[in-house]
């Protein structure tokens, strides 16, 4: 079973990544995947990725708020970060 690890909210993403104000899911996972981050499962209208011991959650939506992709941001800095 995985742990989930404590994400702080004041990290900046940074790495190879091309974040816009709104994304598609493809255009998320695609990126990841570039990355290094593997898909995993997805249920629902829910796609999970992993890396390094993190998992994010990325909704498969035609636009993703800027909310949210401030969350998948806040993950994926802390992945690359480890």
């Known amino acids: 079973m ?3 690890k404590k994400v702080q909210k004041n990290e900046k993403p940074d790495g190879n990544y091309q ?11 695609n990126m990841l995947k570039k990355n290094g981050w ?3 499962s997805q249920h629902g209208s ?8 993190y998992i ?6 035609k636009e993703i708020k ?3 992709l401030g969350n998948i941001k806040r ?3 802390f992945a690359e970060t480890k």
């Open 2 to 4: 995985t742990t989930k």
């Open 19 to 29: 974040w816009k104000k709104v994304m598609s899911a493809n255009e998320v996972t």
């Open 38 to 40: 593997d898909i995993i």
């Open 46 to 53: 829910h796609i999970k990725l992993r890396k390094n011991g």
């Open 56 to 61: 994010c959650i990325v909704p498969n939506h």
């Open 66 to 68: 800027e909310g949210t």
């Open 75 to 77: 993950i994926v800095n």
